[in-house]
Nanobody, 115 residues
Framework: QVQLVESGGGLVQPGGSLRLSCVAS????????MGWYRQAPGKERELVAR???????DYDDSVKGRFTISRDNAKNTVYLQMSSLKAEDTAVYYC?????????WGQGTQVTVSS
């Protein structure tokens, strides 16, 4: 039974940076592609970035060039490095497989970009 725990969120000024971490209770990254998702107030949850089983990455146009997804299989951890943050990046950020598995959704971590 897989549990995913996100951390690293917080309050940051526009233009600032944060690094989010997602730790899995057991190794799944060799089997599944992984993604970071976010849900802003009043908005649907959306895919932000994904990393494939072979390490290839894809990004939503809204974050391309600013966010970087990576993983460390030995630590069962996937990361999202965020830079040049904007107010519209404010959301709860979640990790999950890609495609998602419903029961894998965790608590997420809040990212607030505000001056």
């Amino acid at each position: 039974q897989v549990q995913l725990v996100e951390s690293g969120g917080g309050l940051v000024q526009p233009g600032g940076s944060l690094r989010l971490s997602c730790v899995a209770s057991r190794s799944i990254f060799s089997i599944n592609a992984m993604g970071w998702y976010r849900q802003a107030p009043g908005k649907e949850r959306e895919l932000v970035a994904r990393i494939g089983r072979g390490g290839s990455t894809d990004y939503d146009d809204s974050v391309k060039g600013r966010f970087t997804i990576s993983r460390d299989n030995a630590k069962n951890t996937v990361y999202l490095q965020m830079s040049s943050l904007k107010a519209e990046d404010t959301a709860v950020y979640y990790c999950n497989t890609f495609p998602t598995v419903r029961v894998y959704w965790g608590q997420g971590t809040q990212v607030t970009v505000s001056s």
